[in-house]
């Protein structure tokens, strides 16, 4: 038996699409055979091209949703469903509006049943954890983009998952407020010694919080290369982002996920002939010069982000309470055909627009 964690054993996950406007029905390999393991107590940050899996893999690390074939297993077992062994955290922070932050951490707890005082107490104890030990009373409506999401980390913490699965959790915040929950997150996981899995667009998000990062490759996804990451201990430096190691292990990822990005990319609009800017350069070129400069052009350290500096990436993604990711189930609880059709009509314009944007 391996010693992982979480080992993601020879996953494959299809879809089944129906028949479009402009598509006849047929079936999606969003994972390929996909091998991974997480060490116990890791940080292991996924990245990938837009629409590689990650969101799949993670679904199934959840337990919303089963492999194919192959085995996803959490300490040698297969996931067979949702449990409290794992917490996850959306990009959207699904917080119950009609209660209050004390109100959104208890209620994992409620559903254990954890009795009262106990819930009081663990409560408070992960308000404190995330900072936010003086507004347990507010509702989310009064709390800030940054405070909602630092409520939802608090909720999935306080039932003490052994696993936090977090899809993209920083992606709808501005810079400041994600390079602090960076960092407290980071202090979060060392006081907490919880198995995280992270998924990110940003290749610096992913430097910076991983002890390794998982490169994918373009759909179907697959495990490119697994990266180590030496940055040491984040609070003992400075400034982590603006070291060498920091910028090499930047360079290397980013030099790993080039070639699936514009796979990725020309997957996306199979029928369209390329479109040469002024620049003489095609689509692709220009969104990766815009959002992914060579990672150690001068000026640029630390500017790889999720958004609009976002590599590789087109946009957030919709999220659900954690009953389910999706609010369409036509398939597998995952987003309908229909909506990934959609994704997939809105994504060709959208590269266009940017292209234009940067030439015209
Ligand atoms: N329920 C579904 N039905 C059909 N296709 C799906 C479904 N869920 C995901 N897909 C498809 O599977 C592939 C992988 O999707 P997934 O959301 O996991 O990618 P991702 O890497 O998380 O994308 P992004 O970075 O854009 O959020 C995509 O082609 C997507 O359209």
Known sequence: MSDDKVLFDRVTKTFPVRAGRRASAGAVTALDQLTLGVRPGEFLVVVGPSGCGKSTLLDLLGGL??????????????VTGPGLDRGIVFQQYALLPWRTAAGNVAFGLEAKGV??????????HHLDLV???GFAERYPHELSGGMKQRVAIARSLAYDPDILLMDEPFAALDAQTRDSLQDELVRIWQR??????????????????????????????????????????????????SSDAFRHHRHEIWTLLRDEVRAAQSAERPAARPTVGRSGRTPWRALLDRSTPAPDSPGRSGDT???????VGVGPRAAAPEAGRSAGTAVDGGRTPAVADADADRAAPAATRTEEARVG
């Open 65 to 78: 949703s089963r492999p194919t074939s192959g085995e996803v297993l959490v300490d040698g077992r297969p």
């Open 131 to 133: 900072g936010l030990g």
């Open 192 to 241: 907490t010694g919880k198995t995280i899995v992270f998924i990110t667009h940003g290749i610096d998000e992913a430097v910076y919080l991983g002890q390794r990062v998982a490169v994918m490759t373009s759909r179907p996804g697959r495990i490119k290369q697994v990266i180590e990451i030496g940055l040491g201990d984040r609070g003992a430096t400075e400034d982590v982002r």
């Open 115 to 124: 009795p009262r005082a106990e819930r009081a107490e663990l409560v408070a």
């Open 305 to 311: 982000r999720p958004g609009p500096a976002d590599p």
